[in-house]
């Protein structure tokens, strides 16, 4: 049988019409919307030998970001015109903090802390997803999201996963939100929002490893291949190991949930794993 993605590639950015560096495959799986990539220049190697991966810049934020460069992205695409290339360079042109520290409020506590519990192993972003509580039985808690909300009963575990880097952004809080997912050759899509948490306070019991976890990220990126707000998709996924302890984000329980637009039909629950305590990225 024909591949039928063959038929499907496109060398254009539908979003500013210029020419892609190299043929998209709208059918791979977790690719962002084509019309949100406006930049597929950018490609790396965290190791002199290692493999190389592409990074897809789009203009796709979560939904309820309201930075002024998520404004601006929004702004720049209400046009009657299709944008500018150099408009959206430079909505998207993030000032870098000036430090990792976290910036957020909403349950600064729990997302700054490292949950009691053994280590639970999971191979598959999936088994972890089926072990969680459903979404309903958490907003009936009614957890609350002010500063010092710490974890519930069954956020207090901890897990090893293994699987995927989809997409990757950094949020106003000073978090990194990573998209993992399943093997892209796995049958089913799934993905589950991971966060690296901006740091607490150097006398804090989690700082060491927050930090640990932190500082492998960005030297595996580099600082000038980090995300901003808009996120950056990568071809091929990035093979990701993560540790770290479950969240569930009350503040998105009602109304628009996590993740990037284009993925988030197949990010079945708003249960993350937060803060992320360590990570080990590529093969």
Same mark, same amino acid.
């Given at each position: 049988?024909?591949?039928?993605?063959?038929?499907?590639?496109?060398?254009?950015?539908?979003?500013?019409?210029?020419?892609?560096?190299?043929?998209?495959?709208?059918?791979?799986?977790?690719?962002?919307?084509?019309?949100?990539?406006? &930049?597929?220049?950018?490609?790396?190697?965290? @190791? *002199? @030998?290692?493999?190389?991966?592409?990074?897809?810049?789009?203009?796709?934020?979560?939904?309820?970001?309201?930075?002024?460069?998520?404004?601006?992205? +929004?702004?720049?695409?209400?046009?009657?015109?299709?944008?500018?290339?150099?408009?959206?360079?430079?909505?998207?042109?993030?000032?870098?903090?000036?430090?990792?520290?976290?910036?957020?409020?909403?349950?600064? =506590?729990? @997302?700054?802390?490292?949950?009691?519990? *053994?280590?639970?192993?999971?191979?598959?972003?999936?088994?972890?997803?089926?072990?969680?509580?459903?979404?309903?039985?958490?907003?009936?808690?009614?957890? *609350?999201?002010?500063?010092? %909300?710490?974890?519930?009963?069954?956020?207090?575990?901890?897990?090893?996963?293994? +699987?995927?880097?989809? =997409?990757?952004?950094?949020?106003?809080?000073? &978090?990194?939100?990573?998209?993992?997912?399943?093997?892209?050759?796995?049958?089913?899509?799934?993905?589950?929002?991971?966060?690296?948490?901006?740091?607490?306070?150097?006398? %804090? *019991?989690?700082? &060491?490893?927050?930090?640990? =976890?932190?500082?492998?990220?960005?030297?595996?990126?580099?600082?000038?291949?980090?995300? +901003?707000?808009?996120?950056?998709?990568?071809?091929?996924?990035?093979?990701?190991?993560?540790?770290?302890?479950?969240?569930? &984000?009350? %503040?998105?329980?009602?109304?628009?949930?996590?993740?990037?637009?284009?993925?988030? %039909?197949?990010?079945?629950?708003?249960?993350?794993?937060?803060?992320?305590t360590k990570i080990k990225l590529g093969p």
């Amino acid at each position: 049988m024909p591949d039928v993605r063959k038929k499907t590639r496109t060398k254009r950015l539908m979003l500013t019409g210029a020419q892609a560096k190299q043929a998209l495959d709208p059918l791979r799986p977790g690719m962002p919307a084509l019309d949100s990539i406006h &930049d597929d220049s950018v490609t790396f190697k965290s @190791k *002199p @030998k290692g493999p190389t991966y592409r990074i897809l810049r789009t203009t796709e934020v979560d939904s309820y970001e309201t930075t002024p460069t998520a404004k601006a992205l +929004g702004n720049v695409l209400k046009g009657k015109q299709a944008p500018a290339p150099a408009a959206i360079a430079a909505a998207v042109k993030t000032k870098v903090p000036v430090d990792d520290n976290f910036a957020g409020q909403a349950r600064r =506590a729990a @997302k700054l802390s490292i949950a009691a519990a *053994p280590t639970e192993n999971f191979s598959d972003v999936s088994s972890l997803i089926n072990s969680l509580p459903t979404v309903d039985s958490m907003v009936k808690l009614n957890i *609350p999201t002010t500063t010092n %909300s710490n974890r519930v009963q069954q956020e207090n575990r901890n897990v090893h996963v293994s +699987g995927f880097l989809f =997409a990757a952004s950094r949020e106003a809080d000073n &978090d990194f939100h990573l998209i993992v997912g399943r093997d892209p050759k796995a049958t089913q899509e799934m993905y589950m929002t991971m966060e690296l948490s901006g740091l607490p306070p150097p006398d %804090s *019991p989690a700082f &060491d490893s927050l930090n640990t =976890a932190r500082t492998a990220y960005k030297q595996f990126f580099s600082t000038q291949n980090l995300p +901003g707000a808009g996120y950056d998709f990568y071809q091929p996924p990035i093979p990701v190991q993560v540790d770290g302890s479950l969240f569930f &984000d009350a %503040s998105h329980s009602i109304g628009q949930a996590p993740g990037p637009p284009s993925l988030k %039909s197949r990010m079945p629950t708003i249960f993350e794993v937060h803060p992320i305590t360590k990570i080990k990225l590529g093969p």
